[in-house]
C-alpha cells in the first residue's frame, strides 16, 4: 500500500498548513491515504471540528520525537504504510501524483536532491564560507568518514520502502549528527535557529550506504521546487501552478539570490551566453515553501483554506471519509 505521512507539532498554525497541504494533496489523489503524526492537543483540535477523517491514520508524535531531528532520524518508528512518502506540511500539490508514485517504485529508499552537495549545504552562510572553500573541508569530512561523494539532500519528500534500509539510513544519521564536530558541519542552532537541521547527516547516510538521491530538477517531471517570489505563476488557490525553470544548473541557481534588481541583473547577463539562458515553464508534482522570505502566501492560504473548512463544511472531509469504505486502495 501507497500513503503519505506528515507531522506536525506546538502551534495551532502548523496544523493549519498540514490541513491546507492535504487539501491540495486531495485535489489529485483522492485515493491513498494520508497518515499525520502531530501532538495530543492538534489532535483534539481536528476532532473538535470534524476535520479528524481527513487522515487514514492519525497518532500521537511523541514528545520525544517532536523537532526536525527527532521525527526524521526516526522515520523507522513512523513508517504506516509499506511503500511511505514523507512529505512536509508546508507544501502545496500541483498535479496528478501517479507518475510521481510510478518513478518512486525504483528505490528502496530516497530522498528528493542533487547529486553533489555545494559549499553552502551544511555550511556558515556568512564569510565563513571563505575558509571552508579555502581549506577544502568538505574534502576533508569526506575522507575522514570514507565517503567518495556528498549529495545534496532536500528533505521535504522522503520515500521509504525497505524497512530495513529505512532503519539502517536513521541510524547512520543519527551517528553522524552526534559526530558533528569531526566535520565541516555547522549546527543550526549556532545561527539563532530554533531546531538542528536533518540534511546533511541524512545526505551522509546515504552516501555510505550508497542510495541514490531522486533528482530534485527533472524539467516537467520536477518532484517537487521551492516558491520563489517572481518565479512563480500561480492563482489565490493554487490550482494553476506554473515555476520558471532555467534549463543551466547555473543560472537556476540564482534563484535563491536575495536582492531582486542583482538577480535579474545577473540572470539577464549570463543568459547572454550561447545556451545558458533556455527556460521552461513547469508544473511540478509539489511546490514547496520552504524559503522563509517566501513562505507568506503559503500563510495567508492555508488560513483561508483553515477558514473555508470550519465555516461550510464542504470540500475534502466528505472525500476522506469515504476512503473509510475502500481499505483496499493503494
Known amino acids: 500500500m501507497e500513503g503519505y505521512v506528515l507531522h506536525t507539532y506546538g502551534s495551532e498554525r502548523y496544523l493549519r498548513h498540514a490541513v491546507a497541504s492535504v487539501s491540495t494533496l486531495r485535489r489529485h489523489d483522492k485515493h491513498r491515504p494520508i497518515a499525520l503524526f502531530a ?5 483534539d483540535i481536528l476532532r473538535a471540528n470534524g476535520l479528524d477523517s481527513l487522515f487514514s491514520v492519525l497518532e500521537v508524535l511523541p514528545e520525544g520525537h517532536r523537532s526536525i531531528v527527532g521525527f526524521k532520524h526516526h522515520l523507522s518508528l513512523f513508517k504506516p504504510f509499506p511503500k511511505s512518502l514523507f512529505v512536509d506540511s508546508d507544501i502545496v500539490w500541483c498535479r496528478n501524483p501517479d507518475p510521481l508514485w510510478k518513478k518512486l517504485q525504483a528505490y528502496s529508499f530516497t530522498a528528493t536532491g542533487l547529486e553533489r552537495a555545494d559549499a553552502w549545504f551544511g555550511g556558515p552562510k556568512g564569510i565563513g564560507i571563505v575558509w571552508d572553500r579555502l581549506l577544502d573541508r568538505r574534502r576533508r569530512t569526506m575522507k575522514r568518514f ?49 531546531e538542528e537541521s536533518c540534511e546533511w547527516s541524512l545526505a551522509m547516510a546515504m552516501s ?10 527533472q524539467g516537467q517531471d520536477s518532484p517537487q521546487m521551492d516558491f520563489i517570489a517572481g518565479y512563480v505563476d500561480h492563482d489565490d488557490a493554487f490550482e494553476r501552478v506554473r515555476c520558471l525553470y532555467y534549463t543551466d544548473p547555473f543560472i537556476h541557481g540564482l534563484r535563491g539570490l536575495p536582492n531582486e534588481k542583482f538577480r535579474r541583473w545577473l540572470v539577464e547577463l549570463l543568459s547572454k551566453l550561447p545556451g545558458r539562458g533556455d527556460y521552461m515553464w513547469v508544473t511540478p508534482f509539489a511546490l514547496h515553501f520552504g524559503w522563509m522570505r ?20 464542504k470540500s475534502i472531509v466528505s472525500q476522506a471519509r469515504s476512503l473509510e469504505s475502500r481499505p483496499e486502495l493503494a
Open 146 to 194: 570514507g565517503l567518495t561523494y556528498l549529495p545534496r539532500v532536500q528533505a521535504g519528500m522522503i520515500y521509504a520502502e525497505d524497512d530495513l534500509t529505512t532503519r539502517l539510513i536513521c541510524e547512520k544519521a543519527q551517528d553522524f549528527l552526534g559526530r558533528r564536530k569531526e566535520t565541516h558541519f555547522r549546527s543550526r542552532l549556532d545561527e539563532g535557529r530554533s
Open 294 to 313: 517566501h513562505k507568506e502566501p503559503f500563510y495567508d492560504f492555508s488560513d483561508r483554506i483553515w477558514d473555508d473548512l470550519l465555516s461550510d463544511g
Open 208 to 217: 555510505s550506504l550508497d542510495l541514490p538521491i531522486m533528482h530534485w530538477f
Open 39 to 43: 501532538d495530543q492537543s492538534q489532535i
